[in-house]
């Protein structure tokens, strides 16, 4: 994803991908509330195809937006990211050990 941004493509992702946070729908790349919704796809693509300056704009904001991004940064989403599965995990032993020793 980064090297797409990187090179000036406009980005589709959805809500459900980690990148979704470091994006500004409509001004760097774009982010789907529900991917699955094959109507609001549909009117992206749409609009831009019929806005080549908008989408010129969000182009060039999306190689801007990706220089902003460092190592440390990476590393800190997958450290958090690597966190909260650690925590889910735990929390289903635990639920898992309360259920097998009733």
């Not at 809500?15 to 789907?32: E, K, N, Y």
């Not at 590393?75 to 995990?89: G, I, N, P, R, T």
Request: proline share 1%.
């Amino acid at each position: 994803m980064a090297e797409a941004l990187a090179c000036g493509l406009r980005v589709v992702t959805s809500v459900f991908a980690r990148i979704s946070s470091l994006l500004h729908d409509g001004i760097d790349g774009f982010v789907l509330q529900d991917p699955r919704d094959a109507e609001a796809r549909a009117k992206l693509i749409r609009k831009l195809f019929d806005q080549k300056q908008w989408r010129g704009r969000v182009g060039e904001a999306a190689s801007k937006t990706v220089l902003e991004w460092t190592w440390e940064q990476n590393a800190a989403l997958v450290w958090d990211l690597l966190k909260e599965v650690s925590a889910k995990k735990r929390s289903a032993r635990v639920l898992q050990d309360e259920s097998s020793s009733s």
